[in-house]
T-cell receptor, first 114, second 110 residues
Framework: NAGVTQTPKFQVLKTGQSMTLQCAQD?????MYWYRQDPGMGLRLIYYSASEGTTDKGEVPNGYNVSRLNKREFSLRLESAAPSQTSVYFC?????????????FGSGTRLTVV | SQQGEEDPQALSIQEGENATMNCSYKTSINNLQWYRQNSGRGLVHLILIRSNEREKHSGRLRVTLDTSKKSSSLLITASRAADTASYFC??????????FGAGTTVTVRA
């Protein structure tokens, strides 16, 4: 059982370049999330999708867009990367709406913008 | 701003000792969760406590929740070197948003 799979694991971008981070889960979870983690800051929510077809902004959405492609996949796009977006990005999914368990996280994407 | 705040920021203990860390939050919650993160790795869910629960146990972990004080604590008993990690509390509001604190870094010395 793969859980939550994120690709790529590492990426270096030049300022102004664009890229899409991919996330897929195989647990039939309704809710999916994108977080960024910076040193000393914990994780901050960028966007989330409570169910297929819906997306909502989190704490730090500026500079990002998301797509909930289907129930399994939730992608995060940086249209014009900036050095301030250098971070580790985590995708997560949850069946919280069924009252079961916590969130399952992917292993992260380490992004550097130069 | 972040919903949860952990205290202390860092904790160093001897193997076999207990480790206690606290979390305070600001708004009403549906439930509160604790996660562990080993260096350079993803987060692992440890335990979930619902807003109508006051205490929960899982193995060597004990979590308490006081909704009147908007606070929670995580106790790790009989610590081991493998418990060295960062621990995060996370609150879930009724719109299913999970918000994290900045974490407590625990070092267990052999």
């Amino acid at each position: 059982n793969a859980g939550v799979t994120q690709t790529p694991k590492f990426q270096v971008l030049k300022t102004g370049q664009s890229m899409t981070l991919q996330c897929a889960q195989d647990m039939n979870h309704n809710s999916m999330y994108w977080y960024r983690q910076d040193p000393g800051m914990g994780l901050r929510l960028i966007y989330y999708s409570a169910s297929e077809g819906t997306t909502d902004k989190g704490e730090v959405p500026n500079g990002y867009n998301v797509s909930r492609l289907n129930k399994r996949e939730f992608s995060l796009r940086l249209e014009s990367a900036a050095p301030s977006q250098t971070s580790v990005y985590f995708c997560a999914s949850s069946a919280l709406d069924t009252g079961i368990g916590g969130y399952t996280f992917g292993s992260g994407t380490r992004l550097t913008v130069v | 701003s972040q919903q949860g705040e952990e205290d202390p920021q860092a904790l160093s203990i001897q193997e076999g000792e207990n480790a206690t860390m606290n979390c305070s939050y600001k708004t009403s919650i549906n439930n509160l969760q604790w996660y562990r993160q080993n260096s350079g790795r993803g987060l692992v869910h440890l335990i979930l406590i619902r807003s109508n629960e006051r205490e929960k146990h899982s193995g060597r972990l004990r979590v308490t929740l006081d909704t009147s004080k908007k606070s929670s604590s995580l106790l790790i008993t009989a610590s081991r070197a493998a418990d060295t990690a960062s621990y995060f509390c996370a609150t879930v509001t009724n719109d299913y948003k999970l918000s994290f604190g900045a974490g407590t870094t625990v070092t267990v010395r052999a």
